[in-house]
């Protein structure tokens, strides 16, 4: 294929702003197909425990460490996924991911051994998980601004709508032909996965050409930092999101637009020079706030989709039954992530605090197992907790793009580290559940540690937005005068001289330097 060619397939689409719709609807539904063969198949592993345990003759922890191992791997690369998303682009590394996931499962149905799984499923599978989720959720939110909520919440109903239907069909098939065949089906029916890759198509946001804009007031600070790091070239304007600032040198009044590089160039690769994975979010107090919120509220997530069909067995319902209390959770997720969706679509609306509500709620639900001792009682609960983690898990990771967290343009780089930190709940999560039930011989001990967890990120993501106003900081004594000669020159140069100097060093022509 030539160069022209291989250009015109792997296009950018440029908007001259954020769209809302156009070929993001195409990428929505790829992120809900994405979501369907990764969570999806991660939350209806559970159907799998009982016939693992009997063919490997191991214990219920042992056999939970595949899961963990999973979401483990699948959190710790999650900076890997990031930059090789932003050196190569979205849509490469998805289709990696689905070969990845595919191959992972398929190899899992020959293992003869439990470490073979670890190996197979836990790390495998749990790197193309990683490749194929992150990219794709990261490249929807760059797609919509105003029904970002409500579409990635919709979107993200695939993991329900598998849980809802892999659940009764896989607990069938396996009685039907065997646990292995079954895991050889799923592995085969993950390479849809790639089909989903290549459907993503990077997006770059420009300004009109031609329409000179003058300086919003709040971008007039940034052109100070231009001006002020202009001789070491730091990079203000990284499109490690997709979207270009304003305050940039190309989208400076009086450049000429033809300067412009060509979208086909642009695309989600990066211009050299700008960060692949940008550190600075780490610097934030409320993003490390919000980090702590993720690594905790992890351990709410998997346990109580792994564990509701045993506990339904333990208290003597049978196995069919036993599925259809997945199949309840899985329904009341669907409009728990829906209803979280159209509530945080209003504006204005403060998210983080709707957050804090359903998190709460969520840790309260997961308590009302304790109760439970029939077919009904179950059902109650499993409702209840569905809805609870459907409005979290829907919502947690796009949270990320607003004001309150980090913002659209740090969206990309945030949720690679984000996700790095709940690889330790995720890691630790279900074989500490396991543990409990173990040693207990109580599956709803394993509800009981979740909720530990939901609680200790409910009281994080209380401190979110306090940091972010900057109330949870000491006040410093002359803070205006710490900035040293130099940072009083800068507030004392007029604004319009700033604009002035900006627009002369536009037309300047390049000066020849020496390499250091």
């Known amino acids: 294929m030539s160069h022209k060619k291989s250009q015109l397939c792997c296009r950018a689409n440029v908007y001259t702003q954020v769209p809302d719709g156009g070929w993001g609807w195409v990428v929505a539904v790829s992120f809900f197909f994405v979501e369907v063969f990764t969570y999806g198949i991660i939350k209806s592993f559970g159907v799998f425990f009982s016939d693992l345990m009997d063919s490997f003759s191991e214990s219920n922890s042992r056999i939970s460490w595949v899961v963990s191992i999973c979401v483990f791997v699948l959190t710790f690369t999650a900076p890997v996924s990031t930059v090789l998303s932003s050196r190569f682009g979205h849509r490469l590394v998805v289709m990696l991911g689905g070969l990845l996931v595919s191959a992972g499962m398929v190899t899992a149905a020959f293992s003869q051994k439990v470490y073979h799984m670890y190996i197979a499923i836990g790390v495998v599978s749990g790197l193309g998980f990683c490749f194929s989720f992150l990219p794709t959720v990261t490249i929807l939110s760059q797609y ?82 231009m001006l002020e790091n202009e001789k070491t070239r730091t990079s203000i304007d990284s499109i490690d999101s997709g979207v270009e600032l304003t305050t940039s040198p190309k989208n400076a009044p009086g450049h000429p637009a033809g300067a412009a590089e060509p979208a086909a160039e642009v695309q989600a690769r990066g211009r050299p020079g700008a960060p692949l994975l940008d550190f600075s979010v780490l610097t934030e107090r409320s993003f490390i706030c919000y980090t ?68 709460i709620l969520l840790a309260l639900s997961l308590l009302t197992f304790t109760f439970a001792t029939g077919f009904w009682g179950l059902l109650a609960c499993s409702v209840f907790s569905g809805a609870m983690i459907g409005t979290v898990a829907g919502t947690h990771i796009p949270l990320l793009a607003e004001d309150d967290v980090v913002g659209i343009q740090k969206m990309s780089s945030a949720a690679g580290v984000y996700v790095f930190f ?40 209380a401190l979110v937005r306090p940091c972010k106003r900057g109330l949870c900081r000491r006040p410093r004594a002359q803070e205006g005068t710490a900035e040293g000669p130099r940072g009083r020159v800068l507030q004392d140069i007029p604004e319009d001289f700033l604009e002035m100097d900006l627009g002369k060093t536009e037309h300047r022509a390049p000066v020849g330097t020496e390499p250091v």
């Not at 065997?178 to 799923?186: E, I, T």
């Open 292 to 359: 702590l919120f993720g690594l905790f509220v992890t351990l709410g997530f998997f346990a109580p989709s792994l564990y509701i069909i045993p506990l339904g067995l333990s208290l003597g319902l049978d196995r069919d039954r036993a599925a259809l209390l997945l199949c309840a959770m899985a329904v009341a997720e669907v409009f728990g992530r829906i209803g979280a969706g159209l509530v945080l679509n209003r504006e204005p609306i403060r998210k983080v605090y709707i957050e804090l509500i359903c998190v």
């Open 144 to 225: 919509f601004d105003k029904r970002r909520s409500v579409v990635t919440a919709v979107a993200s109903t695939g993991e329900c709508f598998a849980m809802f239907a892999f659940a009764p069909a896989l607990t069938a098939l396996k009685e039907a032909v065997g646990w292995r065949h079954s895991m050889l089906f799923v592995g085969l029916l993950q390479l849809n996965l790639v089909v989903c890759g290549a459907l993503l198509r990077p997006i770059v946001i420009v300004g009109t050409p031609g329409t000179p804009q003058a300086p919003a007031p709040e971008h007039r600070k940034e052109a100070q930092y």
């Open 422 to 461: 709940q690889s330790i709940s995720g890691l630790a999560g279900p074989p500490l559940a396991g543990l409990l039930v173990d040693q207990s011989r109580i599956y709803s001990r394993a509800f009981h540690s979740c909720a530990a967890g939901l609680l200790l990120a409910a009281a994080c993501l």
